[in-house]
Nanobody, 124 residues
């Protein structure tokens, strides 16, 4: 599975952003998908995940209520919509795929495949 993330950019605080991640590979629909982010000098952290069928989602406390993850298996694409952006949301955002299938895996090591990352910068 290869992943290609896009949609990052510069956004004002309070604004919204939509990220997309397109995957190649015929087994996409059997994988759970996640979004992680890494700010300068910090470890990569979990943001959101969705199970293989799209019926279950999970969010970190820091984005819960402001983020929505969704997937379209027909398009091999996972999305992350974020609203009410804050300066602390500034980071490189990565999409990832896990053969575990469940949405409840939040550790970096639970995910085998990673996209290249897309920069999100929130200006205050």
């Amino acid at each position: 599975v290869q992943l290609q993330a896009s949609g990052g950019g510069l956004v004002q605080a309070g604004g919204s952003l939509s990220l997309s991640c397109v995957a190649s590979g015929r087994i996409f629909s059997s994988y759970s998908l996640g979004w992680f982010r890494q700010a300068p000098g910090k470890e990569r952290e979990f943001v959101a995940s969705i199970n293989w069928s799209g019926t279950t989602t999970h969010y970190s406390d820091s984005v819960s209520g402001r983020a929505t993850i969704a997937r379209d298996n027909a398009k091999n694409t996972v999305y992350l919509q974020m609203n009410s952006l804050k300066s602390e949301d500034t980071a490189v955002y990565y999409c990832a795929a896990s053969g575990l299938g469940s949405a409840y895996y939040v550790a970096v090591n639970d995910y085998e495949y990673w996209g290249q990352g897309t920069q999100v910068t929130v200006s205050s």
